[in-house]
């Protein structure tokens, strides 16, 4: 879906009705990273009982992810350790990709500044 890099001039309304378009639904677009993701990285068990426990300990439910997600990495944190930051890592590579953005990490940026940043349009 890597169709517009935020670095391309955008010329056109056209180009800015999609690029806008693209925007509003950055929680669906993240939504679905988050399933790729733990779908790769956990197997289908594993990523069904870690829903489960998002719901149990943070009553956190996979559609509200997007609004609260400094519940979501407190309790990735909590449960996977320093294995949370690779989890996050390749979440948000695809949630990127899923933009047409170009993933750069930097230092001092928390999961949800990347994610904060991409809805306003911002590249990093």
């Known amino acids: 879906m890597a169709w517009l890099t935020m670095r391309d001039r955008l010329d056109s309304a056209d180009v800015y009705k999609k690029v806008a378009l693209h925007f509003e639904n950055t929680d669906g677009l993240l939504l679905e990273a988050i399933e790729e993701s733990f779908a790769t990285l956990l197997g289908q068990g594993a990523k069904d009982a870690l829903y489960k426990y998002l719901l149990k300990r943070r009553s956190l439910g996979m559609e509200e992810i997007p609004k609260r997600l400094d519940d979501f990495d407190g309790c990735l944190q909590e449960t996977f350790g320093r ?3 690779a989890i996050e ?3 948000l590579l695809r949630f990127y990709q899923k933009l047409g953005l170009n993933f750069s990490g ?4 928390a999961f949800s500044d990347y994610v904060d940043e991409t809805k306003k349009g911002f590249h990093l």
């Open 83 to 85: 294995a949370a930051e």
């Open 89 to 91: 890592r390749n979440i």
């Open 106 to 109: 930097n230092t001092g940026y």
